[in-house]
């Protein structure tokens, strides 16, 4: 049986005060809308749209949104993708555009606190269905339940949630400041002019072999023990543990299995993120690389692994990659083997190389106090947003 509800609140289905927007855009262009939002551009935990994708380059994406509706990620539910539009645009299917079906029941800056909420997400998780990319869909979504309390509580909830937010966005911006103080370190590298001991080599030259490419295999709907990395592994800032596919374990798949150590490099990939490279960290031998990406093995009497990976993350490194990067397709580019190969770049000996990543090591690991604290901060917030919500 049901504990009672303090005097005004509603036990209340999602569907029932959250209506999922219908809105269609054919033409996003000639609709005067210049923005597009994947799931890629959508952080978990995070509910303001930090990037996007221009419509111009391309984007099959209709759905459209508009300011103050909510954008909840339905595949992988379990990455806590919400955010708040704060732009007109289109987004991924794979994306609900929510709103308030009347803010006079449901304050609509309420919303996104709730879609934020432990329970909400355990719901959606717990009715997402397949293996590979498991998915929620709206009928189970306006099927959760949650306490809804009467209009002058939501105020005070609001507010609270507000002040829960405004402590993680103190702690996001110290961690963005971090991670510039980080990309100042690796911009100086790049740059080479400062570093009287370099010398200039092109890639090929850094490596012992030539750049080992990945391998294709169709996804399974089913675990079969052996997983393949997804567009997504590799970032701006480096490797990214999660989007791991599961495929068929074929002798060209087990060929390309990785170990901790590994640099790769992303030859194929929208227009942004080509040229990402990052080094496997995983302790884990059931991963293999995509074909969309290519091993890099350095010759370690020449250049440490690391080094080079902070080299290739250099922005005049990200320059020359942009540049490099071909393709037919607005939105997709590859890299040239050869043209990779070719690129220039100014390497120090192997002890001033040390004394860099030791630098570097110790701006991540204050990096990764930060993130720690933003964790916690976050984790505060859901919880500050579910005890409101309890209206017993």
């Known amino acids: 049986?049901?504990?009672?509800?303090?005097?005004?609140?509603?036990?209340?289905?999602?569907?029932?005060?959250?209506?999922?927007?219908?809105?269609?855009?054919?033409?996003?262009?000639?609709?005067?809308?210049?923005?597009?939002?994947?799931?890629?551009?959508?952080?978990?935990?995070?509910?303001?749209?930090?990037?996007?994708?221009?419509?111009?380059?391309?984007?099959?994406?209709?759905?459209?949104?508009?300011?103050?509706?909510?954008?909840?990620?339905?595949?992988?539910?379990?990455?806590?993708?919400?955010?708040?539009?704060?732009?007109?645009?289109?987004?991924?299917?794979?994306?609900?555009?929510?709103?308030?079906?009347?803010?006079?029941?449901?304050?609509?800056?309420?919303?996104?606190?709730?879609?934020?909420?432990?329970?909400?997400?355990?719901?959606?998780?717990?009715?997402?269905?397949?293996s590979l990319s498991p998915r929620t869909n709206w009928t189970s979504l306006a099927d959760f339940v949650l306490l809804l309390p009467p209009m002058l509580r939501q105020k005070e909830l609001i507010k609270l949630c507000r002040a829960a937010y405004e402590c993680v966005q103190s702690i996001e911006q110290a961690c963005q400041a971090f991670g510039s103080v980080i990309q100042a370190q690796k911009d100086v590298l790049g740059d080479g002019a400062s570093l009287l001991k370099a010398k200039e080599y092109l890639l090929s030259a850094l490596l012992v072999r030539s750049p080992e490419s990945g391998c294709s295999a169709p996804p399974k709907d089913a675990s079969t023990g052996h997983f393949v990395l997804g567009l997504a592994s590799l970032s701006r800032r480096g490797y990214v543990s999660g989007d791991f596919k599961a495929v068929e374990p074929s002798s060209k798949m087990l060929a390309a299995r990785l170990t901790p150590g590994d640099l790769l490099i992303s030859r194929s990939n929208t227009a942004d993120r080509v040229g990402y490279v990052g080094i496997f960290t995983d302790e884990r031998n059931d991963i293999s690389f995509p074909d969309t990406m290519m091993r890099l093995k350095s010759n370690p009497s020449l250049i440490d692994p690391r080094y080079l990976e902070a080299l290739l993350q250099a922005t005049p490194a990200r320059e020359y990659l942009m540049r490099i990067a071909a393709g037919t397709s607005a939105s997709m580019k590859k890299i040239n083997r050869a043209n990779l190969l070719n690129m220039p770049l100014r390497v120090p000996p192997l002890e001033d190389q040390r004394v860099f990543l030791s630098t570097l090591d110790t701006f991540r690991k204050a990096m990764s106090g930060q993130l720690e604290r933003l964790e916690t901060a976050r984790s505060f917030a859901r919880k500050a947003a579910a005890m409101a919500l309890d209206g017993g």
């Open 1 to 130: 049986m049901a504990a009672p509800l303090k005097s005004g609140w509603r036990r209340v289905k999602f569907g029932d005060v959250v209506r999922l927007s219908k809105a269609r855009s054919q033409n996003p262009l000639a609709d005067g809308l210049e923005r597009y939002v994947g799931l890629e551009h959508l952080e978990p935990g995070d509910l303001r749209i930090r990037s996007w994708g221009n419509v111009a380059d391309g984007t099959t994406f209709t759905n459209r949104f508009e300011p103050g509706q909510v954008l909840f990620g339905k595949r992988r539910a379990y990455q806590r993708k919400v955010a708040v539009a704060d732009f007109a645009g289109v987004c991924s299917g794979d994306i609900y555009v929510l709103e308030s079906k009347d803010a006079d029941v449901l304050l609509p800056e309420l919303l996104p606190f709730i879609c934020q909420t432990d329970a909400f997400f355990e719901h959606a998780v717990g009715t997402s269905a397949g």
